[in-house]
């Protein structure tokens, strides 16, 4: 029987995670992985390291030798999670979610655990970029957090880039023009949602690291009352350990 497929050069490292899957990533993977390891963040230089950028890239974050260490791909997030982030168990969730893919036998991947919604009782209703100053007022105090936000909001992460390259690192520039392009749905909104209150409230608690903000701002953009016992609409789901916003004011 012959081995799988393997993109990555062969070196014992790698053997731990023989069965996860080596199919190249891309950018457009960028969510998935983020999601992944953002636990990990205090860790980003070892992990970069494990990941093998060059030391002279680490504080660019440009590219890596992917010729010689090997294309993107999740069994390399389980190492670097492993080595880099020094979490052998969460490095194992991992490899269960992204198994190699059946050569025979018409095996299952090992599906992937729902997830807490944030915020499910903030308004879902979808916002314009009319909405701009209504949003931009309430988050204009975490400017400093704005690639946070950003990534957060899930725009692309070229999108993100170029708005960095374009307003010269300016962060009020820079958060202005995220919540432009989010609002007028500049991003995969099919996948992660269309722009409303309640991704706001996950983006400035997540993102910007200010969940009393994002209460404040649940509060006063609640689901509005439904009749007959009718099931909210959910927007996709988000990242774990956040809980859902349930109001304690009285009228």
């Known amino acids: 029987?012959?081995?799988?497929?393997?993109?990555?050069?062969?070196?014992?490292?790698?053997?731990?995670?023989?069965?996860?899957?080596?199919?190249?990533?891309?950018?457009?993977?960028?969510?998935?992985?983020?999601?992944?390891?953002?636990?990990?963040?205090?860790?980003?230089?070892?992990?970069?390291?494990?990941?093998?950028?060059?030391?002279?890239?680490?504080?660019?974050?440009?590219?890596?030798?992917?010729?010689?260490?090997?294309?993107?791909?999740?069994?390399?997030?389980?190492?670097?999670?492993?080595?880099?982030?020094?979490?052998?168990?969460?490095?194992?969730?991992?490899?269960?979610?992204?198994?190699?893919?059946?050569?025979?036998?018409?095996?299952?991947?090992?599906?992937?655990?729902?997830?807490?919604?944030?915020?499910?009782?903030?308004?879902?209703?979808?916002?314009?970029?009319?909405?701009f100053y209504s949003v931009y007022d309430k988050v204009r105090p975490l400017s400093a957090c704005w690639r946070q936000i950003a990534i957060s909001l899930r725009l692309r992460i070229d999108t993100i880039n170029r708005i960095e390259t374009n307003s010269r690192?300016?962060?009020i520039s820079c958060l202005q023009k995220v919540i432009e392009y989010w609002l007028k749905k500049d991003y995969d909104y099919e996948r992660h949602g269309a722009p409303c209150w309640r991704r706001v409230c996950v983006a400035v608690k997540e993102g910007g690291g200010d969940p009393a903000l994002a209460d404040e701002i649940a509060r006063e953009h609640p689901l509005p009352a439904t009749t007959g016992g009718a099931t909210p609409h959910l927007l996709p789901t988000t990242t774990g350990g956040a809980t859902p916003y349930v109001s304690t004011s009285s009228k």
């Open 1 to 131: 029987m012959s081995s799988p497929r393997s993109s990555l050069p062969s070196h014992s490292r790698y053997q731990d995670f023989i069965g996860v899957s080596d199919e190249e990533l891309s950018i457009d993977d960028f969510d998935s992985v983020y999601e992944a390891v953002r636990p990990l963040s205090a860790l980003w230089k070892s992990i970069a390291i494990s990941l093998r950028l060059r030391i002279s890239t680490i504080n660019r974050i440009e590219d890596y030798d992917y010729e010689r260490h090997g294309i993107p791909c999740w069994r390399r997030v389980c190492v670097a999670v492993k080595e880099g982030g020094g979490d052998p168990a969460l490095a194992d969730e991992i490899a269960r979610k992204h198994p190699l893919p059946a050569t025979t036998g018409g095996a299952t991947p090992h599906p992937l655990p729902p997830l807490p919604v944030a915020f499910i009782n903030v308004s879902d209703k979808e916002l314009s970029i009319d909405d």
């Open 169 to 171: 690192g300016d962060a």
